[in-house]
């Protein structure tokens, strides 16, 4: 089974830097992508950054671009997104997943981890 396992969700004032880790294991397939969605209160959920685990393509949404940095440490199986200038609109609950295939979303959901929560306070 794949697990997912995401921390490292805070308060932090506007400005300010989070740094998120999600550890994967399980994942078996030659190709897959790991991807970064956030849900805001009263919001649905939204992609935030993905990777592309075979040729590491980054993904960002408009919102996280310039500010916000994934990466992948394979010794240690985690998906890292770093999060700079952090705005009161980025709270949200942050999630990872995982998917075969890459990140345009042509493979199948292998799974979620459970959320962090990030608040930002102006």
């Known amino acids: 089974d794949v697990q997912l396992q995401a921390f490292g969700g805070g308060l932090v004032q506007t400005g300010g830097s989070l740094k998120l880790s999600c550890e994967v294991s399980?994942?078996?397939?030659?190709?897959?992508?790991i991807g970064w969605f956030r849900q805001a209160p009263g919001k649905g959920r939204e992609g935030v950054a993905c990777?592309?685990?075979?040729?590491?393509?980054?993904y960002y949404a408009p919102s996280a671009k310039g500010r916000f940095t994934i990466s992948y440490d394979s010794a240690k199986n985690t998906v890292y997104l770093q999060m700079n200038s952090l705005k009161p609109e980025d709270t949200a609950v942050y999630y990872c997943?995982?998917?075969?295939?890459?990140?345009?979303?042509?493979?199948?959901?292998?799974?979620w981890g459970q959320g962090t929560l990030v608040t930002v306070s102006s």
């Open positions: 997943a995982a998917a075969s295939g890459d990140c345009t979303g042509n493979g199948s959901l292998l799974g």
């Open positions: 399980g994942l078996t397939f030659d190709s897959y992508a």
């Open positions: 990777i592309n685990r075979s040729d590491g393509r980054l």
